[in-house]
């Protein structure tokens, strides 16, 4: 792929002036974890999953990106079954648009809010063509001018597609970043802040895949599956469980 794109300005004190959007998680640890634990945590993941990948299914920056809008409030297995086919009759802007929203919208009719997921793929399918060459771009400001583009995705695409250093914080981040003491943010704006100052920068680009997959499969939101754990003894979260 291409150079690693240049990430616009989003220094801790810029993120932490932006308004919050969310209630604060349930589940908070006692104190933050030091920089020491920190990198030990992260070598830990390291050791044991030194590729992590994402689990939706996609062939090039364009699916991904499809695939990434259509994923909000739905499960990636649910999205990968869906764009199977979608992505055999579509994998390009042009290919999209052509198809149309009513044929998108069959195709992706088993997600939630189908329709307007499905609307927004053909949208951003027409403005990559007009605005960007049929590209997907690889900054953060051109990425949040799609429709339904937001700054979650646009930070899943710089990282997965670009290679960009960038911090998705959905709601498994933000639970074990709470849980840990990685970070002590309300909010997945101030999450995003505290991780890209204290993660030590040679893990950043797979450090969210790690934290998705680690609160998806063992820091579980009812019943995190502590005894499993390979941080349980840097874990700051003060109701460990037993079994």
């Known amino acids: 792929m291409s150079k690693r794109p240049s990430v616009p300005d989003r220094s801790p004190t810029t993120l932490r002036q ?17 920089s020491d634990e920190i990198a030990e945590i992260f070598r830990r993941f390291a050791a044991a999953n030194p590729e992590p990948k994402g689990e939706l299914e996609y062939s090039n920056p364009f699916t991904l990106l499809v695939a990434v809008v259509l994923s909000a409030q739905a499960t990636d297995a649910g999205v990968n079954k869906a764009t199977r086919a979608l992505f055999q009759s579509a994998d390009t802007p042009a290919k999209m648009l052509a198809l149309g929203e009513d044929a998108v919208r069959a195709h992706v009719k088993t997600i939630g809010l189908f329709r307007a997921k499905a609307r927004n793929v053909v949208l951003l399918s027409d403005k990559l063509i007009r605005e960007f060459g ?44 709470n849980r840990t003491g990685l970070s002590d943010g309300a909010t997945p704006l101030l999450v995003e802040a505290d991780l890209l100052v204290r993660i030590p920068p040679k893990y950043g680009v797979p450090a969210h895949h790690w934290l998705i997959l680690h609160g998806r499969y063992v820091c579980k939101a009812r019943k995190p599956e502590c005894p499993a754990c390979l941080i349980r003894d840097i874990c700051r979260y003060p109701a460990k469980t037993l079994d």
């Open 18 to 34: 932006r308004k919050p959007t969310a209630k604060p998680a349930k589940g908070r640890a006692r104190g933050r974890l030091s």
């Open 134 to 177: 049929g590209e997907v771009p690889q900054d953060r400001d051109a990425l949040e001018t799609l429709p339904g583009v937001g700054r979650k995705t646009a930070n899943v695409v710089m990282n997965v597609a670009f290679g960009a250093a960038t911090m998705a914080v959905d709601t498994h981040v933000l639970r074990v970043s």
